[in-house]
């Protein structure tokens, strides 16, 4: 009877040298921008809903705030989400993996904070993310256009839809009007 070949453990757990060379980053396909728009769309869900439940504890006592102030307040905040998670979808096929790489990449885009050098360099075990080209100055200049688009969209959409700005001037201050406090 033959012995058998006992199983190297150690080999089984080592790498091999040509597979532990850091891989080029991989820019995600157009046909993810759904999948994209969806990562974005999900947790940010819950951070919208924290905003506008924090904005209506904010403003609600106040007295000339008014109920319908609340359901344009919710259009507001659920058409930041649509247009956020649009933009998330273009940034997600159109910067990551050509301007910068991440090593735990869930979503790179918020309007309301852009990617800083801090967030690209995080590690996974030994691996980090990098810039591709560019300096995080000229990345934040791209993200700035990506929040302006995201905020003006939401805007034209909440005018189109409701007629007005979203909060304006007038509903901050009912009771005053800018010719009255010159004198």
Known sequence: MSEANPINLVQLTEIPAHLSQALPPTPIPWSDFPAECLWYFAPMLVVHAILFVAFCALVGPLPWWQPKEFRRAAIFFG??????????????CLVYGRLYDRVDYVFGFSPFWPITNSVINETWGTDHGQLLGVTVWQLQLVWLLFASGTWGLTIYLYRSICGRWPLSLRALFPHSSPSSSRT
């Open 79 to 92: 058409l930041l989400l649509a247009a956020g998670s649009i933009f998330n979808g273009l940034w997600s």
